[in-house]
């Protein structure tokens, strides 16, 4: 039986911990949070067992430690679990970028540690929190690993079944390979909801438009109900990725624009067709 | 007992027909769509009485008239009934589009006809077509009258117990306000969300990035699956407003990079903040 420890209890660590307890995967689950409160709710929510007073020690002993923490904050919760860290422990995060966090990880153990592996649940709601926390919060959906040049193969296998055992499905893609497809399906949409909505509120009929929003409008911008500091971190983390793709849909805008502009209506009702038959196309798959 | 008249029966013209026979506010409808198949579709479903061979017909001996088209079709349908049309008859649309509408029912008529009540429903899903009609689809929901200077204050009133009959909550303002409105909540993010599964199209590794997608893409995507022929037309008929909106969401795009690539990060991060302030404020309001 695995002994957890999930550093950072938010949605995705919490959810992880009620779903491993809800399999019986795990014996025992110690948690960290910088953020008290936290850690004082999911030990009420019975999400964990132990609240520790550090990284280290809830690390401390645990057969698999989550990194489960905005993703800029990877490398100072990859320091604080190594003192605590058992030689045979096994090490995975939870972070949407995957160059970054290898990045982090070879600078603080000045090296990719074998027993490091990479994951990226395709799983959340706009909430936070792990009173937001659910058991069945990644059944259905995609986990990515992004497995490293020193991986260590039974690590690797370990964390695939614990997804799977949730009810995930796993797969395994290159770290930069990851960052560019959720540059384009996750990072940029919240950057251009969050933009969205901030042009709306400093539009002098601001006060006017949102109440006469509809289902299309709650649907395109529930994104940006999003944690500011998470996606923050997410953007800067992943920033030659999300800029590059950034850069490209502010030209697709003007070229939009021209069209408008210059009248080439027909052109723009094929703009409009091309992307509906695009989404139409991959709606099976997406999850 | 009303006779009702539907020109254009799609989703909203099929949705109003079954509503108002539910309450049974009507006691016969009659339908005109230029695709026969629609119309045999509506009579198969009893969503109408009769499907008429012309839009003239239809109109014959209606009391309310409902144009029930594609935004820039409202000139070309408004000619068609003009005949058909019994003196005391109320005309009455959907349109998306206000100052529009307004504009080509004066060029039609020489002039606003005091029984014409412009009406926008904001409800609709992104499917099309009078099988995805549905009783209950207005029930909640907002619809706008902008009423004109030569007004009729009884075809006004009549127009809004239609709506208030279906479970709608009707309310009134100016034209060219609505227009500016729903530029905002609607007609842009429509365009904003075309553009962006377009670009995504038209990525080298787009093949990659649909399957890879998760419930904020499909969310942030859903009104790209809309009705492009319908967006066009909306886009087309309120361009002022639309383009102007569009050039503001270029340039808010536009801080957002330079914000990235100067790496002024805890400003990125107070737009995120800001918007999503904005968002959770009006939340409740959001239909």
């Not at 489960?68 to 422990?89: C, I, Q, R």
């Not at 395709?122 to 992004?146: C, M, N, P, W, Y």
């Not at 770290?175 to 919240?190: G, K, M, Q, R, V």
């Not at 021209?258 to 992307?275: G, I, N, P, V, Y």
Request: hydrophobic letters at 45%.
């Amino acid at each position: 039986m695995t002994r957890l420890a999930v550093i950072g209890l938010g949605l995705i660590g919490g959810s992880l911990a009620r779903a491993l307890r809800a399999t019986h995967g795990v014996s025992h689950i110690a948690a960290y949070d910088p953020d008290r409160e936290q850690a004082r709710r999911g030990i009420e929510l019975g999400v964990i067992d132990v609240a520790a007073p550090s990284a280290a020690e809830a690390a401390h002993r645990a057969d698999v430690v989550v990194l489960a923490v905005p993703v800029l904050h990877t490398a100072e919760a990859a320091s604080a679990v190594k003192a605590g860290l058992a030689p045979d422990a096994i090490l995975t995060d939870v972070g949407s970028t995957k160059v970054s966090v290898l990045e982090d990880l070879t600078r603080v153990f000045d090296g990719l540690p074998p027993r490091f592996v990479a994951a990226h649940p395709i799983a959340g709601t706009e909430k936070s929190g792990v009173a937001a926390a659910r058991a069945d919060l990644f059944r259905g959906h995609r986990v990515v690993l992004t497995p490293h040049a020193s991986q260590d193969a039974q690590a690797l296998a370990t964390v695939r079944g614990l997804w799977e055992s949730v009810g995930a499905r796993v797969v395994e893609m290159d770290a930069h390979c990851h960052d560019a497809i959720f540059a384009a399906t996750s990072h940029l949409p919240h950057v251009l909801a969050y933009a969205f909505v901030d042009m709306l509120t400093r539009l002098d009929n601001a006060a006017d438009i949102f109440p006469n929003a509809g289902g299309g409008f709650r649907d395109f911008t529930r994104i940006a109900s999003s944690s500011p500091e998470m996606w923050h971190d997410i953007v800067r983390a992943n920033r030659v990725e999300v800029t590059g793709l950034l850069e490209r849909q502010i030209g697709e805008l003007q070229e939009l624009l021209a069209l408008m502009r210059d009248e080439r209506w027909s052109e723009l009702k094929q703009r409009f067709a091309r992307a509906r038959a695009a989404r139409e196309r991959y709606l099976p798959h997406i999850e």
